[in-house]
Nanobody, 117 residues
Framework: QVQLVESGGGLVQPGGSLRLSCAAS????????MGWYRQAPGKQHELVAR???????NYADSVKGRFTISKDNAKNTLYLQMNSLKPEDTAVYYC???????????WGQGTQVTVSS
């Protein structure tokens, strides 16, 4: 079992920045691919950014150049640095871990990000 706990969400003005964190209950990054997803009201769940166990990253087109995913192996923590935020980035953001072999998947509880003036 893996527990994931997100933090760092909040209310920010357009153009502002936030950094989301996802703390894992144990050391998992060497065996798990990690991702950030989001869901806005009335919209589908969507992938925002992903980082593999080997460190390769990919991003949704809507956030390329503005968001950066990273991980700190020593702290068992995944991050999402979000810059130049837009109102359309408003959503609940979820952390996800998928085992690279078994494909077992774990989710955090989500953190709300609201971009509004």
């Amino acid at each position: 079992q893996v527990q994931l706990v997100e933090s760092g969400g909040g209310l920010v003005q357009p153009g502002g920045s936030l950094r989301l964190s996802c703390a894992a209950s144990r050391s998992i990054f060497s065996m798990y691919n990690m991702g950030w997803y989001r869901q806005a009201p009335g919209k589908q769940h969507e992938l925002v950014a992903r980082i593999t166990s080997g460190g390769s990253t990919n991003y949704a087109d809507s956030v390329k150049g503005r968001f950066t995913i990273s991980k700190d192996n020593a702290k068992n923590t995944l991050y999402l640095q979000m810059n130049s935020l837009k109102p359309e980035d408003t959503a609940v953001y979820y952390c996800n871990a998928i085992h690279s072999g078994s494909l077992s998947s774990y989710w955090g509880q989500g953190t709300q990000v609201t971009v509004s003036s």
